[in-house]
């Protein structure tokens, strides 16, 4: 199994500009999970779903957009990308199934600079 | 106040030495886990867990939930143990997301 991938590893944009992360897991997991990782910060949510075609916002969804038409893939769009967009994009996936608890699994991440 | 708070923030320390995080959270939860991330960026799953006490090799992972306290602990250090080290917690409100610390920097010197 890859687990979990996510492409690019880095890109710079230009504000303004719009871009779409990508994020696949092989392992048939129910939830995903898109974080940011700013400096000095923990991470934090912006989306997460939990099964193809469920998504709901997490702590700081705006100038986000995602959708979930699979059960491999959630992509995270950027659209009118701004300096405070700049951060490290971790996608994670876990299984969840009546109340168990089951550990998440991270990407490798994507690190994002906006000027 | 974050919900979850990790201490130290940066740890040096010298080989072979014995090291404690910690980490002490505001909110019920319904498990805690321990995460390591590395130099280049990549995080792994170390511990989850609910209650009592975890083991892998050298470390030791324990939790006291009426405190809402972890502890991570490394014995026998080693300079590949430097990582970042991150406490995060499910809580039972959550769809399954976690919540994090800042993190702690461990830096074991040879």
């Known amino acids: 199994n890859a687990g979990v991938t996510q492409t690019p590893k880095f890109r710079i944009l230009k504000i303004g500009q719009s871009m779409t992360l990508q994020c696949t897991q092989d392992?048939?997991?129910?939830?995903m999970y898109w974080y940011r990782q700013d400096p000095g910060m923990g991470l934090k949510l912006i989306y997460y779903?939990?099964?193809?075609?469920?998504?709901d916002k997490g702590e700081v969804p705006n100038g986000y957009n995602v959708s979930r038409s699979t059960t491999e893939d959630f992509p995270l769009r950027l659209e009118l990308a701004a300096p405070s967009q700049t951060s490290v994009y971790f996608c994670a996936s876990s299984y969840w199934l009546a109340g168990e608890k089951y550990e998440q699994y991270f990407g490798p991440g994507t690190r994002l600079t906006v000027t | 106040k974050n919900e979850v708070e990790q201490s130290p923030q940066n740890l040096t320390a010298q080989e072979g030495e014995f090291i404690t995080i910690n980490c002490s959270y505001s909110v019920g939860i319904s498990a805690l886990h321990w995460l390591q991330q590395h130099p280049g960026g990549g995080i792994v799953s170390l511990f989850m867990l609910s209650s009592g006490k975890k083991k892998h090799g050298r470390l030791i992972a324990t939790i006291n939930i009426q405190e809402k306290h972890s502890s991570l602990h490394i014995t026998a250090s080693h300079p590949r143990d430097s990582a970042v080290y991150i406490c995060a917690v499910r809580t039972g409100r959550s769809q399954g997301n976690l919540i994090f610390g800042k993190g702690t920097k461990l830096s074991v010197k040879p």
């Open positions: 392992m048939n997991h129910n939830y």
């Open positions: 779903s939990v099964g193809a075609g469920i998504t």
